[in-house]
Structures are given as C-alpha cells and as structure tokens.
C-alpha cells in the first residue's frame, strides 16, 4: 500500500526545509527488503538495563511527544547486539499517521504501520554529551519498535493518560517512574543499518536497530495520539498527525539481521 501523496508543502515546517540532505549517503528511514537483509551471526543479543527511577518528564516539542531520561549516569543503558560498547538512554518518542493505514518512517517489504517508537541512545565513551554524539559517525543508536493495531497496551496506557496535559508545543508534564523495557516486544530479532536522525539536523550519526516483531495498541491509543497538537496554546489548531520523514534511498548499504 503506497503512503498518502506527501506533499511537502503540507509538511511540519520542521520538514519542509529538507527535501534531501545534500550528499547525504545514509539517510534515514529506508524501506527494509527482507530478502536483501544479510544474517550476520557475529550479531550479539541486544542487552537492555532501563532504571524506571531515570525517567524525568513528558513534553510536547512541536513534531513528537518525548519522554527524557537523566542521562548524568550509565544507569539506563544498552549493550550488545551490533555494539562496541553502552550506549545511554536520552529520550524516546515517537511518529504516527493521520489514520492507521500510514505513520511509522521504516517499512518491511514495504508494509507500513500505524506508528513507530524511537528509542534514541548516545555513545558516553566518544562524546561527553547527547548533542555532541549527534554530531559523532555513530555517535547514537535509535531502537525502532513497530506499532500494530490490536490489543490493549497496558504499559503504554500510563503515557496515554498523561497526554492531554501535553496537548500543545512545549508544554511539560512530570513524569516519575516509567520502565520503557514494557513497550519492548519480547522478540530478540533485529535489523540494523547505518542511518541518520529523520528529523533536522538530519546528521549521520545513527546506528539504528529496528525490531522484528512490533507491539500491539489498541484504536483509542492511537486516537490519543492523534489528539496531540503541533501548535501552541493560542494557536489556530494543527493537530499532530504524520510526523513522519518520506522513505531514503539505500544507497550503498547493507542492512543486517540477528536471525536467520
Ligand atoms: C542540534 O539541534 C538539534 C539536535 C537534535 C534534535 C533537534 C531537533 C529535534 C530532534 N533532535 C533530536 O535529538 C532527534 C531527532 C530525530 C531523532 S529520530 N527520529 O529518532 O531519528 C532522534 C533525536 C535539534
Ligand atoms: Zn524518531
């Protein structure tokens, strides 16, 4: 199913301005071929340590809701998989569409899901801080989880409630404890490739690691998902739906896979 015509003149502004990277060679999200996918039996099983008591708060920034972490520590922490070594939990958010029938930024043999969570990590071994690791070759690693209409998620409900209290562009609410390991599918299958962020500054800098199999929510979630908006209080209203950057070209890349 091809997405909605994207006109990019209907895009978030903070999309407009890219239409491509100029000279970008791993640009970010791309379309996964499985058959193309590459087993790569050196690949590590992703190890994932999340300290619940490191989540801070909830904002709307004008293009996603994100949930920021204490990053002062290597408390939350992932390890493994495609690694050297840890990498920092900074923040997770994610991307949706209008409707159920487009939303996330990654595809499978060209399948498309209603929404997409990025976890995105830094590395604390080459830079001091998230904003100098995205400036790093692979400075970051984002976990991508695929986000299926179907059942009730219980653990995503708590994001849920608390997202009328973000309704507009940079409003804040506190958010105390929250595990971000229960919105993880229990599947250890991975892709991963060399990618950017899908948003400005669009850097090169991402290791991304997409999960195989997505979780399920239900239709009310996503609804109050969609209820987000991009305009701040006062505002004629926009609601944030199709926070999503079109597909990227391949290039030359190879994408890996943990699984046979
Ligand atoms: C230097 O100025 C910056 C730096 C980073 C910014 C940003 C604006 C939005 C998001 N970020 C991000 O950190 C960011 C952007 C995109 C993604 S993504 N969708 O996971 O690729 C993750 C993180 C501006
Ligand atoms: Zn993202």
């Not at 379309?31 to 490191?54: A, C, E, F, G, M």
């Not at 904002?59 to 204490?70: A, H, R």
């Not at 800098?205 to 239709?219: A, F, G, L, N, R």
Request: contains cysteine; proline residues 7%.
């Amino acid at each position: 199913l091809q997405r909605a015509p994207c006109r990019y003149a209907d895009l978030h502004p903070l999309w407009q301005s890219e239409l491509s990277v100029s000279g970008g060679t791993r640009q970010s999200p791309i379309n996964i071929q499985w058959r193309d996918s590459v087993y790569d039996p050196h690949l590590k099983p992703l190890k994932i340590h999340y300290d619940p008591t490191t989540c801070l708060y909830i904002w709307n920034n004008g293009y996603s809701f994100q949930v920021e972490f204490d990053d002062s520590a290597d408390k939350s922490v992932i390890m493994g998989g495609p690694l050297e070594n840890h990498y920092r939990l900074k923040q997770f958010h994610f991307h949706w569409g209008a409707i159920n029938e487009w939303g996330s930024e990654h595809m499978v043999d060209s399948k498309v899901y209603p929404a997409e969570l990025h976890l995105v990590h830094w590395n604390p071994v080459t830079s001091t801080s998230f904003e100098e690791a995205i400036m790093e070759n692979n400075g970051l690693v984002v976990i991508g989880v695929f986000l299926k209409l179907g059942a009730h998620h219980a653990g995503l409900q708590k994001l849920v409630d608390a997202l009328p209290a973000v309704k507009h562009k940079d409003t804040i609410v506190e958010f105390d404890v929250f595990d971000p390991s229960c919105l993880m599918p229990s599947c250890p299958d991975y892709w991963t490739y060399d990618g950017s962020l899908t948003t400005p500054p669009l850097t090169e800098s991402v290791t991304w690691i997409i999960k195989k199999t997505p979780i399920e929510v239900d239709q009310n979630q996503l609804e109050e998902f969609r209820m987000l908006l991009f305009t701040s209080a006062g505002e004629e209203e926009k609601r944030m739906v199709d926070n999503f950057r079109p597909l990227q070209p391949l290039m030359n890349r190879t994408v890996r896979s943990s699984f046979r």
